[in-house]
Nanobody, 123 residues
């Protein structure tokens, strides 16, 4: 599967952005999807994940209550709605796909990655 992330940009603290990740291929609905982010000088970290039908979602503690992950299998797209953004949310955000739900917080568990989209939150 090929992944294309979009929707990043510059926003003031407290603002919102919605990231999208469009996937190619007809088997998108079988993939477990995740969002990760990487700030300058830091390791890539888990943000959120969603199972194949959207029935189960998972979040990092740092974004819980502010970010919402969702998917539309008819459009082969996964979304990340980001509200109440903080300067510490500034990073390149990546979407990723894997075949099962195990170790959903671990970058090594994902087989496919998008190219990343920059999110910058100004104070």
């Amino acid at each position: 599967v090929q992944l294309q992330a979009s929707g990043g940009g510059l926003v003031q603290a407290g603002g919102s952005l919605r990231l999208s990740c469009a996937a190619s291929g007809r088997t998108f609905s079988t993939y477990f999807m995740g969002w990760f982010r990487q700030a300058p000088g830091k390791e890539r970290e888990f943000v959120a994940a969603i199972n194949w039908n959207g029935g189960n979602t998972y979040y990092a503690d740092s974004v819980k209550g502010r970010f919402t992950i969702s998917r539309d299998n008819a459009k082969n797209t996964v979304y990340l709605q980001m509200n109440s953004l903080k300067p510490e949310d500034t990073a390149v955000y990546y979407c990723a796909a894997k075949y099962n739900s195990g170790s959903y917080y671990n970058t090594d568990a994902y087989s496919y990655w998008g190219q990343g989209t920059q999110v910058t939150v100004s104070s």
